[in-house]
């Protein structure tokens, strides 16, 4: 599925809302946490570390945005209390949560699954699907105060169809992409909460450099080219569409 090709963001097209970003230090999730701050929402800045998310904050506060937030957290070590404080500590402060973004990600090794290390597998794993997994489920009762609240999984083309070379990556995707599925299914009817997924495409981040050493990053969009669409899924203007895996068209 596509967003629509003339959707333009609009500059409270997310007034009010508390939005959590994941990743929110750098790429794409330090440009959406910074857009959705514009847009007039509360951002939770999330991430493991400190430095990035103060200086992504202090950005945020700088263009006279919203005030952010900041909630350190390391996905790949964070068990189920974690994120049972994390609601607590939300709950608290604001009382609901509007947004989630899933965003941070580990790459793993692009390696065959022959050679593959057991534990970059389970860490890749861990930050990929069980941190979405343990964080959504954490947060439901907070998503479930919104009005219309917006679950966004990043995907990606590795989700879809397997490729060589990128083992728990390309599964880790995979399973997100399920998860979403299921949660939309569990979900619709039984609250206002919808779940999606985008395929953000190939984009100029540290973790594309890292997969495509070669690649003159000039040649691929910059996280600011998929601001209309995160707006978009995240905004009341999505509202009613559920359960879908948007592919974001350049």
């Excluded at 946490?33 to 800045?45: E, P, Q, R, W």
């Excluded at 709950?91 to 699954?113: K, M, Q, S």
Aim: hydrophobic share 45%; proline share 5%.
């Amino acid at each position: 599925m596509n967003i629509p090709s003339d959707y333009v963001i609009k500059a409270d097209a997310l007034k009010g809302k508390i939005i959590i970003v994941t990743g929110a230090g750098a790429g794409i999730g330090r440009c959406a946490a910074k857009t959705f701050a514009a847009c007039g929402a509360t951002v939770v800045l999330c991430g493991r570390t400190m430095s990035k998310l103060e200086a992504v904050y202090d950005e945020i506060e700088a263009a006279g945005h919203p005030q952010p937030a900041i909630y350190p957290i390391n996905f790949e070590s964070a068990v189920e209390k974690d994120y049972d404080d994390m609601c607590n500590a939300l709950e608290d402060t604001f009382g609901r949560v509007d947004g989630l973004l899933h965003n941070a990600a580990d790459l793993g090794e692009r390696t065959p699954i022959s050679n593959y290390s057991i534990s970059a597998w389970q860490r890749c794993m861990q930050v990929n699907a069980n941190a979405p997994f343990m964080m959504t489920q954490a947060l439901l009762p907070l998503l479930e105060r919104a009005e219309h609240a917006s679950v966004l999984f990043t995907s990606s083309s590795v989700a879809f169809k397997g490729r060589a070379f990128w083992g728990a990556y390309a599964a880790s995707k995979a399973a997100a992409e399920n998860l979403m599925q299921t949660l939309h299914d569990e979900l619709e009817g039984a609250t206002q909460i919808r779940v999606n997924s985008i395929n953000p495409g190939a984009t100029r981040t540290e973790m594309r450099a890292a997969a495509y050493p070669a690649e003159n990053p000039e040649s691929v969009k910059a996280p600011e080219a998929l601001m209309p669409a995160y707006v978009y899924l995240l905004s009341d203007d999505s509202v009613g569409i559920s359960g879908n895996s948007f592919q974001f068209q350049a």
